[in-house]
């Protein structure tokens, strides 16, 4: 199974960003996938997770920003992130429960411009 997450780059502060990331591979069951981020300096941490059922959940203090959905047809969840600050900056990495077990993507970078 593999995790590729895409849509990150430079952006200019107050504007918005999707990002995706896709499963691939022997795929039985998507139990749930999320997003988590790593700010410069600072240590991995959790932005939002979606469960199969869709029941979402986003870190306190992003869910006026942050928006966290899924295409379980093609097994690919998707980070909106509205209103970018320049603390949005990090690497921003995926993380999938398929059959049970945990993968993470490369990750994507995202910068934000002031």
């Known amino acids: 199974v593999q995790l590729q997450a895409s849509g990150g780059g430079l952006v200019q502060a107050g504007k918005s960003v999707r990002l995706s990331c896709a499963a691939s591979?022997?795929?039985?069951?998507?139990?749930?996938m999320a997003w988590y981020r790593q700010r410069p300096g600072k240590p991995r941490e959790f932005v939002a997770h979606?469960?199969?059922?869709?029941?979402?959940e986003v870190a306190d203090g992003l869910l006026d920003r942050f928006t966290i959905s899924m295409d379980n047809a093609k097994n690919t969840v998707f980070l909106q992130i509205n209103s970018l600050k320049p603390e949005d900056t990090a690497d921003y990495y995926c993380?999938?429960?398929?059959?049970?077990?945990?993968?993470w993507g490369q990750g994507t970078q995202v910068t934000v411009s002031s």
């Open positions: 979606v469960i199969k059922d869709r029941k979402t």
């Open positions: 993380n999938g429960n398929i059959d049970g077990i945990s993968y």
């Open positions: 591979g022997s795929i039985g069951s998507v139990i749930a």
